[in-house]
C-alpha cells in the first residue's frame, strides 16, 4: 500500500470515528429515568430488552480526555434537549432518491476534484461575528452549495445563518444556525471525499433496498434515529425515535407488523439479570429491602413456579437460573404498547417512560430495540384496518392498563435499514452519522480507489 493510500484511508477511518464521537458527546443525562435507571449508572440492559430499563447510556464518552484540546466549544452541547424531526418528504427508500444520490455523486466529485473545502477552528461562530474565521466558513457553505446568494465577506449576516441552518437539516442536526456545537465542527469538517465515498456506498444499498419496500411500509433509518410510515410513495409520519448504542446496535432486517402487545410483561434478559439484577437484588436484601416490589417484578424457578421474594436467597448461584418478569404498569421499560414482528434478533418498536431522550438531538441509547416517539399515532396507523381501534381507543388502553394482544389485520411491512448518505429529488444531500462503522471500510477503499 502506498503512503498516499495509506494516509487516505486512516483518514477516512478517522474521519468516521471523530463524527461518531462527536455525534455521542453532545449525549446529556435524560430528562426522565426510568426503572432501574440508577441501577449502574449507564444503560446496560442487553439487546431485544426494550431499552429502558436504566436509563441513558455512553455517558463515559463525556470524559474529559476525549474533548478535542484546541477546541473552544462548550462542554456540554446546546443541541443535547433539541428533538429533531424532520420534515415530510421523499420516503428514505424511493427509488426516486438513486437518481437524485447519482447527481449528488457527481456534485462532490467534482468538489473533490477542485481540491474539496477548507476546515473551520473547533470554536464558536455566531451571528454578528466578522473575522476571517467567517470568511473561511461562509467559502465552506459556498462550496458545498449550502450558502448562495449575497453574503457581506467575512460576516456572519443572515445569509450565513440561513446557510448554516440548512446545512444543519442536512446532516440531522438542530437548525439552530449556530456553530457551537463538536457534531456541528465535525459534521462540517469531514472532508468531501469522504462525503463522495459515502454516497457511493449509500447507493448500492438505496438501489437493493428500494427495490421492492411495499406500497405502505414502516422504515426505521438507524443513523437517522427516525421511523417513517409510507404509503403509496409518500411520507405520511415521521417520528425520532432511540436506537442501539454503538455497542449494542440495532440490527438491519425485514419482516412484517403482525401485532400489537398493550401493556405487555417485560421478561428480564438472562444477560441483565446475571450482570446487574442479582447485584441490585444482594444490595436491597442486605438493607432489609424487596426489590422486586420496589420495580414491580416477579421471580420464577427453572419449573416456572413464582417464587416468593422473601424466600429469594440472593447470594445463592440458583437465583441465576431464575426468570424474571416487569409487570404493566406506568414505569414498565416497554411503555404501554409493544410493536411485534418475527425476527432472529427479538427486538421490537415500543413505547418507553424515558421521554426525555426524544428530545436529545443524539438517540443511540437503547439496547438495540427501537423506542418511538408519539407511538399511539403510529400504532394507530398500523391498525388502521382493524375495525374500532382508532386512535382515541389507543389512548383508552394507554389509560386502561389492560393488557390485550391485537393481530395486525393487515400486515405491514418493516425495514430496520442503515443508511448514512444519499440525495433528495429536491436537489438536497442528507448525511448522517456512521454510528456503527458500517461505511469506515467501503469508504476508505472507495476513497483509496477515487484517488
Known amino acids: 500500500m502506498s503512503a498516499l493510500s495509506y494516509g487516505l484511508r486512516s483518514g477516512a477511518i478517522l474521519a468516521t470515528a471523530g463524527l461518531v464521537m462527536a455525534i455521542l458527546m453532545t449525549s446529556a443525562v435524560p430528562v426522565e429515568a426510568g426503572p432501574f435507571s440508577w441501577l449502574t449508572g449507564r444503560n446496560n440492559d442487553n439487546q431485544g430488552s426494550g431499552g429502558g430499563f436504566f436509563g441513558g447510556g455512553n455517558r463515559g464518552l463525556n470524559d474529559p480526555t ?9 462542554a456540554n452541547d446546546p443541541e443535547a434537549y433539541m428533538i429533531t424531526n424532520p420534515a415530510l418528504g421523499t420516503p428514505t427508500l424511493s427509488s426516486r432518491n438513486i437518481a437524485a444520490t447519482k447527481a449528488a455523486i457527481e456534485q462532490y466529485k467534482s468538489i473533490v476534484a477542485q481540491g474539496g473545502w477548507p476546515m473551520i477552528p473547533p470554536k464558536p461562530l455566531k451571528p454578528g461575528m466578522r473575522n476571517q474565521d467567517v470568511a473561511t466558513l461562509q467559502r465552506r457553505l459556498e462550496i458545498s452549495g449550502d450558502l448562495r446568494g449575497r453574503s457581506i465577506p467575512g460576516e456572519y449576516d443572515a445569509g450565513v445563518v440561513a446557510a448554516v441552518k440548512k446545512f444543519q437539516s442536512r446532516h440531522g442536526l438542530p437548525p439552530t444556525g449556530v456553530i ?16 463522495l465515498a459515502q454516497l457511493q456506498t449509500n447507493l448500492k444499498r438505496l438501489q437493493r433496498l428500494s ?5 405502505r411500509y414502516v422504515v426505521v433509518n438507524i443513523p437517522a434515529a427516525q421511523v417513517e410510515a409510507v404509503d403509496s410513495g409518500q411520507v405520511v409520519m415521521r417520528n425520532a425515535v432511540v436506537v442501539g448504542k454503538m ?6 432486517l425485514s419482516s412484517r407488523i403482525v401485532e400489537i402487545n398493550f401493556n405487555p410483561y417485560w421478561n428480564v434478559p438472562k444477560s441483565i439479570v446475571q450482570k446487574d439484577l442479582v447485584t441490585k437484588g444482594r444490595l436491597f436484601a442486605s438493607q432489609g429491602k424487596d426489590m422486586l416490589a420496589a420495580y414491580r417484578m416477579q421471580a420464577f ?3 416456572g413456579n413464582q417464587v416468593h421474594p422473601q424466600s429469594i436467597d440472593w447470594n445463592n448461584p440458583e437465583v441465576y437460573n431464575y426468570s424474571f ?3 404493566p404498569w406506568e414505569e414498565n421499560s416497554l411503555g404501554f404498547v409493544k410493536i411485534n414482528f418475527p425476527n432472529k434478533d427479538a427486538v421490537y418498536l415500543h413505547d418507553t417512560p ?3 431522550l426524544f428530545g436529545s438531538a443524539v438517540r443511540f441509547e437503547s439496547s438495540g430495540c427501537v423506542r418511538v416517539h408519539n407511538v399511539e399515532r403510529l400504532v394507530a396507523w398500523i391498525l388502521r384496518s382493524n375495525p374500532g381501534w382508532d386512535i382515541n381507543r389507543i389512548h383508552h388502553m394507554k389509560q386502561s392498563k389492560e393488557q390485550l394482544d391485537v393481530k395486525v389485520a393487515s400486515p405491514v411491512p418493516v425495514h430496520l435499514t442503515y443508511v448514512t448518505a444519499w440525495g433528495t429529488p429536491d436537489g438536497q444531500v442528507q448525511f448522517r452519522p456512521d454510528i456503527y462503522g458500517h461505511d469506515s471500510g467501503a469508504v476508505a477503499a472507495s476513497t483509496i480507489v477515487q484517488n
Open 66 to 74: 476525549n474533548k478535542p484540546g484546541a477546541s473552544e466549544l462548550p
Open 180 to 195: 457551537d456545537s463538536k457534531a456541528m465542527v465535525e459534521a462540517i469538517n469531514t472532508p468531501a471525499s469522504f462525503r
Open 211 to 215: 427495490a421492492n419496500p411495499g406500497s
Open 247 to 252: 455497542d449494542r446496535p440495532t440490527p438491519e
Open 301 to 303: 424457578d427453572r419449573a
Open 325 to 327: 418478569r416487569q409487570l
Open 354 to 356: 424515558l421521554k426525555g
